[in-house]
């Protein structure tokens, strides 16, 4: 073993060397003699004084025989000798950390004895005293080191853990070596790259290499967890031997995913790309401020030694990063980037995170998002046990009094609707949305309910009857009987899943779930009002109507009149069967008045607020989500849920694309590209391409010149489609603000010009400078003719820089549920788990990702009882993977210092970041830093021509917007963050820009010198002095117009 397994192997040899330690009587030890903890660290200066003068350069085949296949996707430049791939493997990847290129630097690892902390230093000595044990000794150590590393473990508590391993008495071991493993993995994981970049600096300085490019990439996010944690770093010197001092309180956790890639050109001309990443762990942060991002990044930065000095010797440095568009993370990248100006930041935003926001923007009207509270309701009622059978029984039963089996052919005029309808809710899923498990069980579901729905329930859905078409002369029982068995599973396969409003994917599927029911003869507010009131039969047919109730309106009555929080029933819903009128504008969506919308929420609001303080209770809450999903299913919302459908479709085929854009798979079909064809194509240049982007935007455009599906007959009216238009339109123009002028802006389109075949490279040198960012201004800086963009070095960095240009951190949002797992798991029944122990966990399980192999297809895990050893307890089974036992005996002194130093190292470096102890970020030292420009971040130079035009009058509508739709914003508490005071009063132009209703129609006019003269001192005064009269002057002289005259109501903020 080399490098920091050969650290694991001995500390585990510490605690498992060879010998029967179940024979070895516990002896008390005293601890190490004072001042013997610092022994390593003498030693290892001493090894440096006596290394000062170092061998001679690196022989430059030992690099050239670990040349491999591309597996990163980065071809060699079109050179004479033809270029070389190296792909360095992750510092956590292989056995032996290295792996090839470790294989060939055995001999020059003594050298670099001085690199590192001194708990680096430490390891080192340790790695290689190492060596001279025995065989058997090594193999037991690796088979322990192999249980936690490379074997995947159950998640389970610490004690059981223990047990199922047999290899410890008690779960407190296990908890420690596993604390050592991850905390040698991290500090072992950063020397090994510190040895690398000494490697590659010799390379450099005395082999005449070249060294072209250096990319540092980062993805960051963080979530909150509950967690046990030390939040003093001066509690934490003073009580690292246990947990004291620590609570558990919610944290925000932040991972990180940090790599490094480098490329260099030999002396014979070919060119050497070295890349992988770098063991990292959780980090808890007590704001998402710029400060604590920043501190924790360096920290993250400095378990890797020589990286600021190695990086200076390259000609080209890009700190490139990944992150969502929170503002601190933008602040504290331009922090970094300050504190080296030699780098080159290339930030990038995610993309999931856009589509997502694309989503939720395009939902949040208004009367879209009384629907999905509704649904929302109704999957909260249904949560308890038996409730899915319940509304299975209460449909059977609805059958058995409403069925009509008709003798005949079933009508063709209902065949339209019936597949509008299943069309909208049963419609074929994108093809990249099967590797989601609920999606890939929907997608052989609602093949079978298509196929049975469409046969059995054959008649006109939006009647009220429930009829059966049958040419078979099947008897009503016998109809029933197959109604039973295959209708009612077909309507509820299962229960309703919660609209999940903070992650991306599974809304749909909410909604698929209430929309189908829905619009079957309104069989959702059937089955949510008898499941509610317990009434059936006769008696809910029979019972009276409340005729002052008259939709929305009376429940907002109701509610303020009553101190219960239950929401009353609505007993009138409007007749669906009536004509509807076209011309009607008033009528909402579902019989609903437009007038009445606004108190949907306020009403729901009302109830939680009520429920929020009363004493909480289990009955309640369940009680108050019954009656608000019973209100909302009486209104008929099939017509809503089939037009949130249909936006949502556009959307979540272009989320999952692009999450397939960003996964392994696609990675393995450009590798196989561009082995048999050498050619292959990166994830910048599709961008570029904005081949997705396009495709949204045609769903986009046919869902505008199309009609709607599955509407009912009542909502056939202008504001249906009116609210249509506002809901699409909204997308659209999200989608274009987020990601349109992204797809043609630098830096993609310096690599879509250069790097595809029907590129021209000539548009990029054509362009203004103030279009290019950062990274291509230094490029074409470097390279700026035909001829020197064209050049072998330039193809070599692009290439390099495509396939590490990324924009999506969807890898570590996956993650982060894994971390929650582990999280919840071991604190239950517990005192909670500790940071240092979750994130021991995620360090583990992330080296045994890399680890595990794929399995044969068709295989199963599958569990298996271990033998039951004599004289010894069954204590459990699951048995890991390559578990040896191994003994335990008395360790020396000096391991006991290198034990101690890898505990204090791991328990400082999981010490919360509090904001308050670190300096604020002036805000003058990141103007020096260079940041995107406007014309770069729209793809068009504003600088001039019809863009300044366009930039004029964007600047003049903002102006005159602003003041009008101005909202106070509320005040927050200093201690408990919450809001402090009502939320204040929105003007109507404002409640006009939130549901989308506002229109402005620009138009050019010459204005007369006395109109000019007016708006000229309208435009002087303040907003508050500004009255309607004098915004119908500005209208008058064109700088603005309106279409009528019903907004001069509106009220004027007092302040901006």
Known sequence: ??????????????????????????????GRPRGSGDVLQRRAYQNFLRASVLPGPLRLQSVESIASSDQGGVESA????????????????????????????????????????????????????????SAECAQNAQAVADSFLASERVVASARASAAMSKEY?????????????????????????????????????????????????????????????????????????????????????????FSLTMLCKTPSGDYQVLRGNIPSYLQALDKSTAENLKAAQMDLEDTVPELKAVSSLFNCKVQHTITDRFAANSKCELALAAEDPTWILAHQYCRSHKIAQIQTKATS???????????????????????????????????????VVREGAPPEFAKAHREEVYDVFLGPLPSEAPQ?????????????????????????????????????????????????KWVTPALLPGKCEIFPRSRWTGGDLSVEWAGLLASHHRILSLLMDRWVTKVTG???????????????????????????????????????DAPADPADAGAGVGGVEAQELPAVAHVLQAAVDQQAQDEFSWAKFNKTMKDKARTWAVTQPASGLALIKSVMRPTFRFLFRNLHLFSSDWDEQQELAFASQSVRSYRIVEEYRATHLDMFFNELRQLFHCRMKALQPQDLNIRVRTLMFRVVARAGACAQRLLGSCSRSYPGKLFGEVLSEDGDPNLVLQDSKCLYDALTADFIGRYNTPAALGSADATAQLRVLASELEYDISEIESRHASVRRVVLVRSCQATGLTLEDASSEFVCRSFCRLFSMPKEPGRRTQAIWAKKTKGQSDRGWLQPHRVVVADRVKATGAENGLRKALEETWQARHVLYAHSRHEPIDEQSLKPVPQQSTCSALGLCVCTGRGLEAECLAQK?????????????????????QFTEAPHPKPHLRQ??????LVLHVQTVRDSPEEANAAAVVAAMRPHEVTWEQLALRVGSGHCSTANDCETRCSIPSAV
């Open 992 to 997: 006009l820009l939130d549901r989308a209703e």
């Open 78 to 133: 079109d050179t004479p000798g033809g270029g070389q791939h190296v792909q360095a493997p992750d510092a956590s990847e292989s056995q032996s950390v290295f792996g090839s290129v470790v294989s060939a630097m055995k001999d020059l690892i003594p050298r670099f004895r001085h690199i590192g902390s001194s708990v680096q230093m430490q390891l080192h000595a340790s790695a290689l005293n190492f060596k001279n044990e």
């Open 538 to 576: 006769p008696a809910a047919r029979a019972r009276p109507s409340n005729p002052e109730a008259t939709g929305w309106g009376s429940v907002a009555m109701a509610s303020l009149t009553s101190s219960s929080p239950t929401l009353p029933a609505l007993q009138n819903a409007p007749n669906p």
């Open 957 to 977: 509508v903002r102006a005159f917007i602003r003041p009008l739709a101005w909202v106070k914003r509320r005040k927050r508490g200093k201690v408990t963050k």
């Open 365 to 403: 009207l208004p009367e879209t998002e009384t629907h999905i509270s509704g649904v929302i309701s109704v999957a909260l009622a249904l949560q308890n046990a038996g409730s899915t059978q319940a509304l299975k029984d209460i449909l059977n039963q609805i059958f058995e009094e409403q069925l």
């Open 1 to 30: 073993m080399d490098g920091w397994g050969d650290v694991a192997e001995e500390l585990l040899h510490i605690e498992h060397p060879a010998g029967n330690g179940r024979d070895t009587p516990e002896v008390s030890r005293r």
């Open 436 to 484: 989601d498990v609920r999606y890939k069980r929907a997608a052989t579901r609602r093949i079978q309910q298509r196929l049975i729905l469409s046969h059995f329930l054959n008649g006109e859905l939006r009647s009220t009857e429930i009829a059966h078409w049958c040419v078979d002369g099947l008897s009503r029982q016998n109809v029933l009987r197959l109604f039973k």
């Open 169 to 257: 008495g008690c779960g407190r071991d296990f908890s420690r070596d596993l604390t050592r493993i991850a905390a040698s993995a991290v500090e072992a994981g950063g020397l090994v790259w510190g040895h690398i970049l000494s490697s590659v600096r010799e390379l450099l300085q005395q082999a005449g290499w070249q060294g072209l490019l250096f990319v540092k990439k980062r993805k960051f996010d963080e979530t909150p967890l509950r967690v046990r944690l030390q939040c003093s770093p001066q509690v934490a010197q003073v009580e690292h031997a246990g947990n004291a001092g620590k609570e558990k309180s919610v944290t925000k956790i932040l991972q990180t995913l």
